[in-house]
């Protein structure tokens, strides 16, 4: 019976949670919700499928795997790469959000000064297993407020963690229990800084040698036991379980051989998000949640307001733009699920009672309900209120650039100090070409102003900052930057302002090409029909097609702005642009061997130009150029003709040249000798 009893609470438990994944996929709304929803249907509280007993292993259980998972994705190194301004920007958000949190629980709650303390950590935190899932799903992790959020969020867990492992030494008791808690919190540090270091030590040989060489299966045996092991020991010395299985993942994210256990275990991530967000609207007491309907509400939106305030407020002061700190804001207005976990912590030790742990429990969940559905729109509701702020003095003062001193006159425009960006600008450097930079990032702001590059720190969309960087004399304008949204608001400025402007954008994303160029973009280059052009190019070369063959077929997928590539039917302009590109003069050059028919003549009696109507513009040999060879020049073995003509012309001259290689070509490739 035991059994059946647990087969059927996992049917009852997934299937729900399959047929509300689908439904939720076709709907395009955020599945999170679905399982919170799941979750207080089949409770107790709700159609009672699943007792009342066995909501705890299950929360339990779910809560184990989940920050397993997150915990092995919280690589410190993304941090280090970020700068201080992240590490900034975290915390002031954690600053203000807490203190403020703190206030208003004591103003309007009759709670001790250390429950709230408690509750305004709680409230500082936001929610990485929903904002790290929907920046994943909408491709924005990458880019400048994606990385930030993550930044903010992988800051706030490490907190969290600080702060759950100290907690046992403030719980309530008298002088001998308070001394005990110190003592075994200290017990516990010392104990977390020997496996640490031990685990350093240890598991890089024993996953290289061990893990790895036992195939997938093993790996992700070994990540399951890892996630249990971190558990149990936790236990042992008297921590949270999840928080002991978030520390065997912190371990495991910083072994070498990480991308392969994320590879291995992460495809359970949603399995795992399913069970922890439904096994938390499972605990939610719906009775309590509609007797203090109208508090709690007032709570919770007053917190997804005032935190996506408190948060833009601490970004925009860790000196990034206004429009990507909206956008984090409203991103991390959520209560994170570590909430839930320190709230219960705090409840098991006597800081926090059991009516204000259901109050936390349903607050967290509403936050994160609401929270889901305001991460995807994010960005164009950060975009609405930036342009509101802009009409007034508050805007003017946020958008104003960080100088008052006028940038000199400029041939390109870089918006974008990234990888492409810092190329581009080495290159132009190298050519003496003048040109300035718009940049966010205050570490790449820094890092561009070391090279001399006039740099203006600010939001390109803003037509204020791209006028200040020299927009009206520049030639050319180039946006490579990683969020297409953005991407577009600079060509259609930068359009609007200068009509004439040749303007170049990139674009990861190959549903955005025919967005950026109705903004007004006069080339966008897509990294993945780029990368497709340079295999197709190596590919085509290491089969010895001539350089005719492999240009046209690089003219025709460029033709038509990647129109082959992306499925679509070759206009009338594009077959004329790729006529031009066949027909278009081009050197090549041929090297003369001692078959060669042009072996021995000069360039009169080879009379190349009459039968070929190819010219021979330069004769190479022992590395100094001949050019305009004189009609009397006698070529040699070993020389090399520089060739000038067009894709037919120089195909001619190969054959006359060199016919024997042009025969031994079309008959094939000889056995390997």
Sequence with gaps: MNHTAFLSDSVILFGPALLVAWMFRILRAPSIIGFLFTGMAIGPSGLGLIASEGVGPIAELGLVLLLFTIGLELSPKPLLRSGKSVLTAAGLQV????????????????VTYSAAAVVGIIVSLSSTAIVLKQLHDMREADTAPGRITTGILLIQDMLVIVVMILLPAFGTGDEGSTTAALSRTGLGLAGLLVVVIGSRRILPGF?????????????????????????????IVGWSLPLGACVAGLL???????????????????????????????????????????????????????????????????????????????GLCTVSEFGYVLAREANAIGLV???LLQAITVYALGTMLVGAMLVPIAKPVAGRIERLLLRGRIGKA?????????????????????????????????TRTPCSVIEMNPRRVLAARETGVPVLSGDASRRSILLHAGLETAHTLVVAINDPLATGRVVAQARSVRPELYILARTAYITELDHLYQCGADDVISEDFETSIEIVAHVLRQLDLPDNIVEGQIAAIRSGRYGMLRGKATDRQAQEELLKAFQMTVTRTHFVGSTSTACGKTVAEL??????????????????PETNPSPQSRMQNADVLVLVGGHGQLDAARVLLDPRSVEDGLQGPGPAG
């Design 353 to 355: 009672p059991g009516s």
């Design 252 to 330: 495991l994210a910083e072994a070498d051989v990480r991308h392969q256990l994320a590879a291995d275990i992460l495809p359970f991530r949603d399995v795992f998000n399913a069970l922890f967000f439904i096994s938390l609207g499972m605990l939610v007491d719906i009775d309590f949640a509609v007797a203090n309907a109208l508090p709690l509400g007032i709570a919770i939106a007053a917190t997804l307001v005032g935190k996506s305030v408190l948060t833009t407020v601490a970004v925009v002061a860790a000196r990034w733009p206004l429009r990507p700190a909206l956008q984090i804001g409203i």
């Design 95 to 110: 600053l203000f959000t807490s203190a403020t949190a703190f206030i208003a629980v004591v103003a309007f709650m009759d």
């Design 607 to 624: 009379n190349l130009r009459a039968l070929t109507g190819v010219s021979i513009i330069a004769i190479v040999r022992d590395g100094k």
């Design 207 to 235: 996953l290289q040698h061990v893990v790895l060489p036992g195939g997938p299966e093993f790996v992700t045996l070994f990540a399951v036991v890892a996630a249990f092991g971190g558990a149990w020991l936790a236990g």
């Design 398 to 430: 946020l958008d104003a650039p960080d100088d008052g001193n006028a940038r000199p006159p400029c041939a390109v425009l870089v918006v974008g100090y990234g990888v492409n960006g810092e190329n581009l600008v080495r290159v132009l450097k190298s």
